[in-house]
């Protein structure tokens, strides 16, 4: 049963564009989320985090949205950049960052 | 500053060979785990350490065994390997706070024949 989704396994966008990853999660006990990036042959790499008591984080050009009445988070990436294309996976945990729940991952290509 | 660094990069196995992979993070991190990423899958946690002298089991444990040897180092052993443990193993540590984020090593990708 998988408990973090990610249905798009690819996204394009054009270079400057707005970028949109999508998530979806079941466990209505997770109270926390995080983004990872991650290149090939290299490890995930923290991006940004939510707090269940939060609806939106913000951090540059990364915005993370929560809602959680329907159980989705979404990354926005504005403006989309070449080296923002990477895999992006979301994660889900509760009472802290420690067991996290990872999501499939979606593949972002940004297109010149 | 290395952060999580994880050896070897690369190793291909024979069926029931045994085999232990080696984590170490320098950042004085309290907690420590390891993962599995498949083709097509998300991290699946196998298993994690909170802190030096304690281990637990996460999503995937069957068929590993971890020792936390001491705060820097956290080690993965597969005692009998199968081809489906074939995948890439990737360690991870996190500091005292809760909600402080994991830092990844780069992974070692695993082949078992």
């Known amino acids: 049963d998988q408990q973090v989704k990610q249905n798009s396994p690819s996204l394009s966008v054009q270079e400057g564009r707005i970028s949109i990853l999508n998530c979806d999660y079941t466990?209505?006990?997770?109270?926390?989320f995080l983004w990872y990036k991650k290149y090939p042959a290299e490890g995930p790499t923290f991006l940004i985090s939510?707090?269940?008591?939060?609806d939106k984080n913000e951090d540059g050009r990364f915005t993370v949205f929560l809602n959680k009445s329907a159980k989705h988070l979404s990354l926005h990436i504005v403006p989309s950049q070449p080296g923002d294309s990477a895999v992006y996976f979301c994660?889900?945990?509760?009472?802290?960052?420690?067991?996290?729940?990872f999501g499939q991952g979606t593949r972002l290509t940004i297109n010149p | 500053n290395a952060g999580v660094t994880q050896t070897p990069k690369f190793q291909v196995l024979k069926t029931g060979q045994s085999m232990t992979l080696q984590c170490a993070q320098d950042?004085?991190?309290?907690?420590m785990y390891w993962y599995r990423q498949d083709p097509g899958m998300g991290l699946r946690l196998i298993y994690y350490?909170?802190?030096?002298?304690?281990?637990d089991k996460g999503e995937v444990p069957n068929g590993y065994n971890v020792s936390r040897l001491n705060k820097r180092e956290f080690s993965l052993r597969l005692e009998s390997a199968a081809p489906s443990q074939t995948s890439v193993y990737f360690c991870?540590?996190?500091?005292?706070?809760?909600?402080?984020?994991?830092?990844f090593g780069d992974g070692t990708r695993l082949s078992i024949l």
């Open positions: 991870a540590s996190s500091g005292r706070d809760t909600n402080q984020p994991q830092h």
């Open positions: 466990n209505s006990m997770f109270d926390y």
């Open positions: 939510i707090s269940s008591i939060k």
């Open positions: 994660a889900a945990s509760h009472q802290g960052a420690q067991k996290l729940v």
């Open positions: 950042m004085n991190h309290n907690s």
């Open positions: 350490s909170a802190s030096e002298g304690t281990t």
